[in-house]
């Protein structure tokens, strides 16, 4: 009797019509659309062909050259590969490349840092922050103390004056910087100040600006931080995932526990290869000329908004990404980001600071420009971009309009092919 089918080890994705369909169309949509949202960011056949290999068989646990399961030989060396390349991309001396995502990489930091009901500062999502930093519906929200800080009401930048009066007042034993729609470059000389000050660890998330701080390009949060956390897609490109940097041996044994058996079990190898593949690609010259030309772009969307009567917060941005206020359309961001979808531009929806309206429904956008710098879009484009979300955000019923704008999305994305 066969234990497999006559075509187990050959049989491709077509043998899956319900899967393959699914996947073509997710083929299309990257295609014929912009990405726009500042999560998301298009690898290279370098990283898919790593992440998509014969290494999703093989299981490993703990550390390189010192596994619980045989047959490792391999499996080290290429995450002794992604080790290497971060911790020379990075200029630090440890690194983890384990996490399966951001969030886990925090939380593997929070684990083997703090004892469960520590105080962390981090900032209110409210205002920018993530909602791996502490937000109520998380574990890490369940399991420390939070206290949030958040940002000027004028300037809508970090209120430093604040983070350091709580600091002092709720004597936490970590603080947070960095966030998930926070657009201005932070004081991370200040924030160690502040942490030295009360004697806590100051963590840096640098998911958003990665690429950025490996090319010089925003400021480097490692002569500051005790330990710095980041995705290993977004500004960096790869693989869908996260990694840890630190510089103090005497923090390698609680880091490296929290991540494993802490908040996790075996190594997505594959996934590791994808992140050497990144990361290796980020050494290059042109990685520099990506992110310069992300800060560019990014300004030239933010410019071309603001000339269209659309108040970008804080003023501005110092990386990839920006939030719109929607209020001069008198629109929630719910309805602006289903419309512009239907136009072929993926944004997302998001609350902007101090929002009087729900997550749900409210009123901002969060709007990047990663993705189309990697497909080779310049300032131009991207203020051809602001023009379409201009004319779909004062008509969002417009059908014929919407309609006539998804064609020029799709014939700029047919001079600017991918896969």
Known sequence: MAILHDHYFTAGLSSDPELASAIAGELRRQQDGIELIASENIVSRLVLEAQGSILTNKTVEGLPFARYYGGAQF???????????????FNCRFAN?????????????????L????????????????????????????????????VSRESERIDLDEVRDLARRERPRMIIAGGSAYARAIDFASMRTIADDVGAYLVVDMAHFAGLVATGLYPDPLPHAHVVTTTTYKSLRGARGGMVLWNDEGLSGRINAGIFP?????????????????????????????????????????????????????????????????AARGLTGDV????????????NKNVIPFDPRPPEAPSGLRLSSNAGTTRGFGAAEFEAIARW???????????????????????????????
Do not use: W
């Open 97 to 113: 490349v384990q996490p399966h995502s951001g969030s886990n990489a925090n939380a593997g930091v929070f684990l083997g840092l």
């Open 115 to 150: 004892k469960l009901g520590d105080a962390i500062l981090s900032m209110n999502v409210a205002a920018g922050g993530h909602i791996s930093h502490g937000h109520p519906a998380t574990l890490t929200g369940r399991d420390y103390r939070i206290i949030s800080y958040g």
């Open 336 to 347: 602006a980001a289903k419309a512009l979808e239907r136009a072929g531009l993926a944004v």
């Open 262 to 326: 802490g908040v996790q079990g075996s190594v997505l190898l594959h996934g590791v290869a994808g992140k050497a593949a990144c990361l290796g690609e980020a050494m290059r010259p042109e990685f520099t000329a990506y992110n310069r030309a992300v800060i560019d772009n990014a300004r030239a969307l933010a410019r071309a908004l603001a000339d269209a009567g659309l108040r970008i917060v804080a003023g501005g941005t110092d990386m990839g990404l920006m939030l719109v206020d929607l």
């Open 389 to 419: 979300i201009d004319r779909v955000l004062k008509s969002p019923d417009d059908d014929a309009l919407i309609d006539g704008v998804r064609k020029d999305v799709a014939a700029l994305c047919a001079q600017h092919p991918i896969y």
């Open 75 to 89: 499996a080290d060396a290429i995450e002794a590969l992604a080790v290497e390349r971060a911790k020379k991309l």
